[in-house]
């Protein structure tokens, strides 16, 4: 870290630009159609989700995908503070701060998308676990992690509000207890930060994987593009290269949308670990797909294979073709565009594995996601978009110059 | 960063953390072999003449609510090839028959009761569980809506209410569970004319399908189905013509619900896999910490 940069909160910069009023927008109508889902229920024309098609876009993007995503925060994580790489210290917060999000719009999502929501508590009842079933897993990994990556946002608030608490009104008599209690959570943390951070990747490495475990079990209605038995280690490893990808295309968005400085030293630096895990995950793919003897299956011309076809080759070995490149690595336009794709296509995998692979018997037609459903899965994620927006604007998230007057 | 503490916070949280992971793999192990009192139905599809008899005795027994008239038709409804519904636990569909057409085949189809049910294996909290009598029950105050129990299902039988905004259950065949537990056959079976369904202990009723076939050589497929696919399920059903063709599903005799089971169990087995994580991580932070300050120092 350069030692004349600080994380601070965004300033100078107006709060509602078109592009945030667009989000608001989204965000608007997404909640109110989720007002009609929850009096009516998700039954057809709310979503196109049938007993043949159970499961639509609100599981494969607004968890699958955006879990994916969410990776940022585990892969930086571990490259700051496991690998000691100091030099990407200012990716790291807007990394956590985004996978933060990613992770609540999961809870979020399923709130939505479950039948009995209310309910969701008895996943956590240990009279109900069962400890056989990859989706109870997955939920408490999540819970975990999403508790992790709260401890890992309190040191922002705390360097916010310490020795700056200043309550409105009638509450002012409460300042001084609110900066003692800051003050402890502060040492608490401090002291213990090691252990979250540890366990948050041991969380992320194991509900990753399961994330891709969960469509072992239906292997009889799986296309064979996707289904294998190494779903698991391949949904890892590219929640880590994805997750690299998140953590550069965010750092460059952020730099971008509040024009502060690219972080391009360390970004192109970072960027340089993409070939090789991108690389990683296309090479035990395709070796996974050469030992099942399904290689062939990606020339057979149906609509799937099409699908397999843009997955792999435009939205993976595009980029990891151009990241080898160091002009790419360098320039901010390239670097966003090829992990961009990169996230984009592994956004695609998760909807191809849970949706497009998904080949129940008895199916008539294919499921379509409807207006509603598409209109929801979109404002969850413009309302990501904004909270990241505010939180930036609000707490110490992106490193800049520190001001000398302060 | 203090390293003792973290050291000692560490330790505490890796060993509750043992003891978890351990009662879970202990909980994991547990019912692999099926129980001799395992109940089945064997389904001839030879003998059905598609009245809808049983259609009828399910949605009396089930209290599902179709008009009584509905099930007396026997020509219009076999147009369309219908699937289980949250309204109707099975359903009998026509089928040509390709080696002779003046034989339709009619075929019944309901949850099969699978002996290592995927659905059973994938529920989250535990609201379908495989009963010794061999029904997969349903509790629906667990339940949570998730539908990955009909993710899973190879059969696509368990159904959703997805209209009714509050508390939606899945609904399937029950296996008569009330009926059966008092000894008495499901109520299909008993409602049949034809005798198509044989009712009795599932172990028995694959040396009924043997005898059949040695009695009758050459009427019957030399598989019955569901005595092995997928692990085996406690319906299982005999054909003159390939299954395929009456839209059975024929699943190969690996059973996904293993695969699945294996694959997470092995994640956690003896702790080893987490716990190979966190040592790995914990070492490199320490080494790497270490060799910065090294650095810093010098």
């Known amino acids: 870290m350069s030692a004349h940069e600080k994380p601070a909160p965004v300033e100078g910069v107006k709060f509602l630009t078109p592009g945030t009023i667009f989000l608001i927008m989204v965000m608007a109508a997404g909640a109110g159609l989720a007002v009609w889902r929850y009096i009516v229920g998700i039954d057809f024309p709310i979503t196109h989700q049938s007993n043949v098609f159970p499961w639509g876009i609100w599981k494969a993007v607004n968890v699958a995908a955006i879990a994916a995503i969410g990776s940022s925060g585990f892969t930086m994580t571990a490259a700051v503070h496991i690998f000691n790489k100091h030099k990407y210290h200012n990716i790291l917060r807007p990394s956590l701060v985004i996978a933060m999000f990613c992770y609540t719009f999961v809870g979020i999502a399923l709130m939505v998308d479950l039948g009995r929501y209310y309910f969701i508590w008895h996943v956590f009842l240990p009279v109900m676990w069962q400890v056989n079933s990859a989706l109870f897993e997955v939920a408490m990994c999540v819970v975990c992690y999403l508790t992790v990556l709260y401890v890992e946002f309190s040191p922002m608030v705390f360097e916010r509000f310490i020795g700056r608490v200043n309550l409105p009104g009638p509450l002012k008599g409460f300042n001084k207890l609110t900066e003692f209690i800051l003050k402890i959570g502060n040492t608490i943390v401090g002291k213990t930060i090691a252990v979250f951070m540890v366990c948050g990747i041991l969380f992320c490495c194991l509900h990753q994987s399961t994330l891709g475990t969960l469509m072992v079990i239906p292997a009889y209605k799986m296309h064979p593009l996707w289904w294998t038995k190494a779903l698991p280690p391949l949904f890892l490893l590219s929640a880590v290269a994805v997750g690299l990808c998140s953590a550069v295309a965010v750092s460059l968005w952020t730099s971008y949308a509040f024009k502060t400085k690219y972080e391009m030293k360390a970004l192109s630096s970072l960027a340089r670990s993409l070939p090789i895990t991108i690389g990683l995950y296309i090479g035990v793919r395709l070796i996974d797909l050469a030992l099942r003897d399904q290689l062939g299956a990606m020339w057979e011309g149906s609509t799937r294979s099409h699908v397999f076809l843009v997955e792999f080759f435009i939205g993976m070995v595009l980029p990891f073709i151009m990241l080898l490149f160091s002009a790419v690595r360098k320039s901010p336009g390239l670097l966003f565009f090829s992990s961009m794709l990169f996230i984009l296509a592994i956004a695609l995998n998760r909807v191809n594995t849970y949706i497009t692979a998904y080949m129940p018997p008895y199916a008539v037609g294919h499921y379509f996601p409807s207006i509603t459903e598409i209109v929801i899965c979109f404002a969850q994620i413009a309302a990501l978009i904004f909270l990241y927006r505010v939180v930036v604007m609000i707490f110490p998230v992106v490193s800049q110059p520190e001001k000398k007057s302060a | 960063m203090d390293r003792r503490e973290f050291l000692k916070k560490g330790g505490l949280f890796l060993i509750s953390g043992g003891a978890l992971a351990g009662a879970e793999t202990a909980m994991a192990s547990e019912g692999a072999a099926l129980p001799p009192e395992t109940l089945g139905v064997l389904v001839d599809t030879t003998l059905c003449i598609g009245c809808r008899e049983c259609e ?243």
């Open chain 2, 56 to 298: 009828r005795a399910c949605n009396k027994v089930n209290s599902l609510g179709k008009p009584d008239a509905y099930f007396s038709d026997t020509e219009k409804i076999f147009e369309k090839k219908r699937l289980v519904e949250t309204d109707a636990f099975t359903v009998v569909n026509k089928f040509e028959n390709k080696t002779d057409p003046s034989k339709p085949v009619f075929v019944k189809r309901q949850c099969m009761h699978c002996n290592k049910a995927a659905c059973v294996s994938a529920c989250i909290v535990g609201a379908l569980k495989k009963s010794k009598n061999g029904a997969v029950d349903y509790t629906e105050w667990k339940c949570i809506g998730c539908r990955y129990c009909m993710m899973a299902c190879p059969f696509t039988v368990p159904t959703f209410e997805f209209s009714r905004p509050i508390q939606p259950r899945i609904r399937k065949c029950t296996f008569c569970q009330p009926l059966i537990s008092k000894g008495q056959p499901t109520a299909c079976a008993d409602a049949c004319p034809q005798g198509v369904m044989t009712f009795g202990k599932r172990a028995d009723l694959i040396e009924v399908a043997r005898e059949k076939m040695l009695r009758n050589p050459g009427k019957y497929n030399e598989m019955i189905l569901n005595e092995k696919n997928a692990g085996g399920a406690s319906w299982m059903y005999m054909a003159g013509v390939p299954f395929e063709h009456l839209e059975l599903p024929v699943l190969p005799e690996e059973n996904p619900t293993v695969m699945s089971e294996t694959l997470m169990h092995g994640v956690f087995k003896k702790l080893i896999p987490p716990l190979t994580i966190l040592g790995v991580l914990g070492t490199s932070m320490w080494i790497f910490t270490r060799k910065s300050e090294d650095e810093d120092n010098e």
